[in-house]
């Protein structure tokens, strides 16, 4: 029996391992990130309306069978713009988490490699940067260039860019350290193409797991940034535009901010886990 269950044991361990992607924790966020791909890329899979056509006759009508978020102040339908807002929203995210990537890839890297005197400048900035929220940073960016989808991108961007920042330089220390730097070192490779070739690519792979975490939070920060009235200008379908809408029918018609908000959760929360997950398997080896 003993014998047997090792076996059993030996056999589950194997098939864990040739199929790290199959868990149901990854599937599921998986799949729910697919499917905003999907509504942000054609949103006439899912809807035949359109975001912005008002109905005087179906004013603040609760979810139901034809509205099946219900509608707006306007008439409008809020499944629809929810729908038609996924792309806005991830254009943002993605955008913002790309700015904040290459920013924190050039700052980091600087930070590590950069002579003592600008090195210790750049470390300074970074702990500066550190020690102020990313919406606060993001609120002043906003308060010199303006609101817009653009600004609002590069708001949450420019105000990531610190956190990437550490990561990289703390990587690049490690990698600078290793045999193949030095083997190159000792060819005679000059500085910049160590630094392009061998530094870099080896010290930005635990990016990838951070970036798509980033996204979730870069949406998260967008759609604040549009609530509080900063970020994307009405009527522009866009997922924090919609959650400000409705601040004013929580009593009558809570389901103009409710359902929005459920799907901006239901975002960040899947990004994050498909993020942590993707983290699990690179520390364990099944994630090259």
Not at 75 to 97: C, E, K, N
Not at 163 to 173: I, T
Request: avoid cysteine.
């Amino acid at each position: 029996m003993s014998d047997i269950r090792g076996i059993a044991a030996v056999l589950q361990s194997r098939d864990g391992r040739r199929h790290p992607w199959r868990a149901p924790g990854l599937l599921l966020p998986a799949a729910f990130v697919l499917l905003l791909v999907a509504a942000a890329s054609t949103p006439q899979w899912f809807t035949s309306l359109a975001p912005d056509t008002v109905d005087t006759d179906a004013i603040l009508l609760p979810p139901g069978p034809g509205h099946w978020f219900g509608t707006d102040q306007l008439g409008r339908d809020v499944f629809t713009r929810v729908v038609y807002g996924t792309s806005q929203s991830l254009i943002i995210g993605i955008g913002a988490t790309l700015i904040a990537s290459l920013g924190g890839v050039s700052l980091g890297t600087a930070a590590a490699l950069a002579p003592v005197a600008m090195r210790r400048v750049l470390v300074r900035l970074i702990d500066i940067l550190l020690a102020f929220p990313e919406l606060l940073l993001a609120l002043l960016v906003i308060a010199v260039l303006g609101r817009g989808p653009v600004n609002t991108l590069l708001a949450v961007g420019l105000s990531s860019v610190a956190g990437y920042a550490r990561l990289v330089r703390s990587q690049v220390l490690q990698v600078r350290q290793s045999g193949y730097v030095e083997h190159a070192v000792a060819l005679g490779e000059p500085p910049w193409t160590i630094i392009i070739r061998h530094i870099i690519p080896n010290a930005t792979r635990p990016l990838l797991i951070l970036a798509t975490i980033g996204v979730g939070t870069s949406v998260l920060s967008a759609s604040a940034l549009s609530f509080v009235g900063l970020g994307v200008v009405p009527p522009v379908a866009e997922w924090g535009a919609l959650l400000a809408d409705g601040r004013n029918f929580l009593d009558t018609a809570p389901w103009i901010s409710l359902l929005p908000a459920t799907v901006v959760a239901a975002s960040v929360i899947a990004m994050t886990v498909l993020g942590r997950r993707m983290q699990m398997l690179f520390a364990r080896g099944d994630v090259s």
